[in-house]
């Protein structure tokens, strides 16, 4: 199939690979040119001055760039995805965004007779890496019978949510519930610590019970160690918790827990954090 991928960062380079790998013909744009120079050299294919020109013969274009104004900046305007896309062709963005961007550009593709999903990802950049990341779509299903076949390459679950805006409802959900349960495992190591026990022992012991979860498994005994290199960095989280707030106040959902959470986040940007792992959480309380 002939593809674009926009946006080749931690998420997108390894993504954009992988639909390279199983023989689809895969054009990229970056805003960065070198990066796009590295993929090329990597993965073959071809490199895009622009996204419109990345677009232009592409059946589906599918983009992973930073938060709502970037997505904006890369499918609007002249040179952006829309502006090159043929009818008939599905835009996917893997960005986290807004719902209500979400939907907008959906009106925006019908309106050029296009598709268009919203699919943003989950499973980081280890996911991204060995193809096996979460990804939760919204929109028709009509363009995601296309398109799903695409993103089952990089996508060990690929599920349709309902209409636009419901893939990024569902990450909301994701970041809301990691959010409250980060800061609860920082809060019981940091307690661990405090009270004399090992640390790596509790978490080997209370792992094997009702208190195992993914982010005690993979990140207790960094977090105990103070090491903060291991993912999905802070700067995101406090971006994508505040799509999370802001959509609370239109839905009406009460989201106490995860408002003190962006505030402890904020905290761990003030000190210098805001490229840490969502993890660092547990430094506020070890060094306060
Ligand atoms: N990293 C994770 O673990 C993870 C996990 C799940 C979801 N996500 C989400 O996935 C998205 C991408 O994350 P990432 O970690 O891949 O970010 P990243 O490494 O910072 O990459 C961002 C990409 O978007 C491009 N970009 C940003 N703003 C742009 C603009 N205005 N115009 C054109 N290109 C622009 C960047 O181009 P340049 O190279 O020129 O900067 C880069 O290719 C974010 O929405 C993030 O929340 C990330």
């Known amino acids: 199939m002939k593809l674009a991928f926009l946006g080749l960062g931690v998420m997108g380079y390894p993504m954009a690979g992988h639909l390279a790998k199983a023989g689809h013909d895969v054009t990229v744009y970056n805003r960065t040119a070198a990066k796009a120079d590295a ?19 592409a059946a589906i274009v599918l983009m992973c760039v930073g938060n709502d104004a970037d997505v904006r900046a890369v ?14 062709a599905i835009l996917v963005d893997h960005t986290t965004a807004s719902a209500e961007l979400a939907r907008a550009l959906e009106g925006e593709a ?20 060995n193809g096996r990341l979460t990804v939760m779509a919204g929109g028709e299903e009509a363009a995601f019978r296309v398109a799903e076949p695409v993103m089952r390459h990089y996508g060990q679950a690929v599920t349709l949510m309902g209409p636009a805006g419901s893939g990024q409802l569902t990450k909301m959900v994701n970041q809301i519930m990691i959010a409250g349960l980060v800061q609860g495992l920082a809060e019981g190591l940091n307690f661990a610590q405090r009270a004399g026990l090992d640390g790596r022992k509790v978490a080997e012991v209370v792992g094997k019970g009702a208190a195992q979860s993914w982010q005690l498994d993979n990140r207790a005994a960094t977090m105990l160690e103070g090491k903060f290199e291991f993912g999905f960095a802070v700067n995101w989280m406090r971006k994508d918790l505040g799509i999370c707030l802001a959509e609370a106040r239109r839905n009406q959902a009460q989201l106490p827990v995860a408002a003190l959470v962006d505030q402890f986040y904020q905290r761990v940007q003030d000190r210098g954090g805001g ?14």
Do not use: C, Y
């Open 39 to 57: 993929w090329v050299k990597e993965h073959g294919g071809k490199r895009a001055a622009s996204p419109a020109e990345a677009a232009r013969d």
């Open 110 to 129: 019908k309106g050029r007779g296009v598709g268009f999903l919203d699919a943003p990802v989950s499973g980081g950049q280890a996911g991204a890496v």
């Open 275 to 288: 490229r840490w792992d969502t993890s660092s959480l547990i430094q506020i309380l070890a060094k306060p």
């Open 75 to 88: 499918a609007a305007g002249p040179e952006g995805a829309f502006a090159g896309m043929q009818r008939g």
